[in-house]
C-alpha cells in the first residue's frame, strides 16, 4: 500500500451541520495528543479529519447514506466485493493508528447520523475512553486457540480404562464393541474433562498477559468431536516474544487429550472494549 496523507483536518466541537445525505464513519478513537497529524496514517481512501472533544479523539470521514442504508445499502453489505475491501481499509487504517497512539477500535460501519450525535457520545464517555486508552498504552491483543481432538482412538481407550471396572481384562472384540456402544458417554466424559483441564493451561499464561477473556460461547466449545476454546490475552509489547515460547512449550506438554495450542496476532484491543450506550461489552476470566 502507497504512503497517502489525508486531509488533516482537526475538526473541533460544536462541529458544522453534514449535509442530510451523509453519515459520520467512525474508525476508531485515539488520544488527540499522540496521534498529531493525521497525515501519519498510511490511508490511501478518503479524506480522514480527527474530532476531537477534551483529551479524545474520533478518526472518521463522511460517506453518502445510501451506502448503508435502503436497498442499495442492504446490496452492497450483501456484496463481498463491495464488503472485503472496505473491511480492509478498517482494520488497516486502525492499526495503522496504533503505531502513534493507543486506539479504541470500532467495529466496521460504525455510523452517526451527524457530527452532533457523536460529540455527544464523546462528552459523554470521554473519561472511560481516556481510561481505556491509558490501560491499553503498550498493548496488543493476541488470540490464543486450545483445541482437543475428543475422538481420538487412544483417548477414548485411556478414558474407558478409567471409567469402565474390568476393561483392561476383556478381550478386544468386546473392548471394541462397548468401545462402539460407550461412544457417546466416552465423548462427553473427554468433553468434561478437556473443559477442567484447559483453565489450568490459561492460567499458565497469567503472569505474562494483563488481562484475558474468553471468546467462544460454550455451547459452540461442546459442538461435535472436536472441544475448542479460545481466549483474547491483552499482552505487553515487551512480553510477546516470552509469550509465544511459553504457548509453544505448553503445546509440547505431554497431558491428557494433548490439547494443541496456537497464538494469533497481533491484534487491536477489540475484546477488552468497555461498555459505552450498551454496546461492546465483555466479561474478564
Excluded at 498510511?42 to 483529551?55: C, E, F, I, Q, Y
Excluded at 472518521?60 to 450483501?78: C, K, M, T, W, Y
Excluded at 494469533?264 to 468497555?274: A, Q, V
Aim: with cysteine.
Amino acid at each position: 500500500m502507497d504512503s497517502h496523507a489525508p486531509d488533516a483536518a482537526t475538526v473541533a466541537a460544536p462541529p458544522a451541520p453534514l449535509p442530510t445525505d451523509r453519515l459520520v464513519y467512525v474508525y476508531a478513537f485515539v488520544d488527540a495528543a499522540r496521534l498529531g497529524d493525521l497525515a501519519r496514517l498510511t490511508d490511501t481512501g478518503p479524506a480522514l479529519s480527527l474530532h476531537r472533544v477534551g483529551t479524545i479523539g474520533a478518526i472518521v470521514h463522511q460517506v453518502p447514506a445510501a451506502e448503508f442504508s435502503g436497498i442499495d445499502g442492504e446490496r452492497n453489505l450483501a456484496d463481498p466485493a463491495w464488503l472485503m475491501p472496505r473491511i480492509c481499509r478498517h482494520e488497516a487504517l486502525v492499526e495503522s493508528a496504533m503505531q502513534c497512539s493507543p486506539v479504541f477500535p470500532t467495529g466496521f460501519a460504525t455510523l452517526y447520523v451527524s457530527l452532533d450525535s457523536l460529540t455527544g457520545l464523546m462528552r459523554r464517555h470521554e473519561a472511560t475512553i481516556a481510561d481505556f486508552l491509558r490501560q491499553v498504552t503498550g498493548q496488543q491483543e493476541w488470540s490464543l486457540r486450545l483445541t482437543a481432538e475428543l475422538g481420538d482412538p487412544a483417548t477414548l481407550a485411556d478414558l474407558a480404562a478409567e471409567l469402565w471396572p474390568g476393561w483392561s481384562a476383556c478381550p478386544p472384540g468386546l473392548r471394541y464393541l462397548r468401545l462402539r456402544q460407550g461412544r457417546p458417554a466416552l465423548l462427553q466424559a473427554a468433553r468434561e474433562r478437556a473443559a477442567r483441564q484447559m483453565p489450568g493451561i490459561v492460567d499458565r499464561l497469567r503472569d505474562l498477559v494483563t488481562a484475558i477473556r474468553p471468546l467462544v460461547p460454550a455451547a459452540a466449545r461442546a459442538a461435535g468431536e472436536q472441544y475448542v476454546e479460545t481466549y483474547a490475552l491483552l499482552v505487553p509489547v515487551g512480553q510477546q516474544a516470552a509469550l509465544r515460547a511459553r504457548v509453544t512449550e505448553l503445546a509440547a506438554e505431554p497431558a491428557p487429550l494433548h490439547p494443541g495450542a496456537a497464538l494469533s496476532g497481533p491484534w487491536p484491543p477489540y475484546s477488552f472494549r468497555p461498555l459505552l450506550d450498551g454496546k461492546e461489552e465483555r466479561q474478564d476470566t
